[in-house]
């Protein structure tokens, strides 16, 4: 059983102060049907995938659908591949909350739940050791465009939409996709989209860097995937955890620590030598 504890905090009335009972809210966000999300992988080439699927709805999230994204996380947090893709069924990556499981749980208690809930999945999500790829068809809206700015590289079909559109239906980002947006695009250019509720297409999202790769097929999306999977994935994992030790504000000193112990853990390795024998940089 899983407790967080918050304090000093209150909601309209709500107290925030007793521990987060994570078994008691798996429970009840269970009560709310539709979809699912479902996991694949090949160990082989060291590829998953995660996969939200609620035809009808956009793969809108339920709240069983919250529930099956914590078991993909859990899984993976112990899975030794290199990658891990996030997509949607039916053409579309996902609209955010499904409105029909967002109406009954419109309260200010189940809405912490549901905050605290979804928030320490996408921090988890974006804390795994292999590389996650968001890839973004149709449309990414709300609740959406927090899960796929969760993704270590956001690749976006041409023809696909991205916003953070929660301001038009009253509310906030509540998953953590605030923090992830001053990250990515800065402050002025998140406050803009923030308050306009702005739907971005592909070249505009990757003009201002919330998409990574923009496709035009299924072949391009592969192929781009493919090119993760060319090195080992201790060598792909370590690349992340170096670029993570730099981001996490550590001085230049301990940036360079980081990087050190990393990179001795190859260097004269069996993937180095090798690697000097074959010499695939002239390749």
């Known amino acids: 059983m899983v407790f967080v504890v918050l304090r000093g905090c209150t909601t309209r009335g ?35 995938t995660i996969e939200l699927n609620h035809p009808g709805k956009k793969n809108a999230l339920s709240g069983k659908m919250m529930v099956d994204l914590d078991d993909c996380v ?26 029909e499981f967002v109406k009954k749980t419109a309260t200010p208690e189940d809405g912490f739940t549901m905050c605290t809930f979804m928030g320490n999945i996408l921090i988890r999500l974006r804390r795994l050791p292999a590389i996650t790829v968001a890839k973004g068809d149709g449309y990414i809206l709300g609740g959406g465009s927090e899960l796929f700015s969760s993704c270590d590289i956001r690749a976006m079909n041409l023809s696909a939409k ?34 306009t509720a702005s739907v971005l297409d592909a070249t505009a999202a990757k003009n ?24 080992k994935p201790d060598v792909v994992k370590v690349s992340k955890h170096i ?40 390749k």
């Not at 709310?32 to 479902?38: D, E, K, L, N, W």
């Not at 859990?74 to 891990?84: D, H, Y």
Request: charged share 25%; proline share 3%.
């Open 162 to 195: 991205v916003g953070f559109v929660q301001g038009r239906l009253g509310v906030t980002p509540g998953w953590g996709g605030t923090a992830r947006m001053v990250e990515i695009l800065g402050r002025s250019k998140a406050i803009e989209l923030l308050a």
């Open 74 to 99: 859990r899984k993976l947090e112990s899975w030794n591949g290199s990658v891990i893709v996030v997509t949607g069924a039916n053409g579309d990556f996902c609209t955010g909350g499904d409105l």
């Open 208 to 231: 201002v860097a919330l998409a990574t790769f923009v496709y035009k097929t299924e072949e391009e999306f592969t192929q781009y995937v493919s090119s993760l999977l060319r090195n």
């Open 243 to 282: 670029v993570d030790g730099i981001l996490s504000g550590s001085s230049l000193e301990e940036c360079l620590k980081i990087e050190r112990e990393d990179f001795i853990k190859f260097w004269g390795g069996k993937a180095h030598l090798e690697a000097l024998t074959s010499k695939p940089k002239h």
């Open 14 to 48: 709500f107290s925030q102060s007793k521990p987060f009972d994570w078994d008691a809210a798996r429970a009840h966000f269970s009560r709310f049907p539709g979809g699912a999300v479902t996991l694949k992988s090949d160990d082989a080439r060291g590829l998953a």
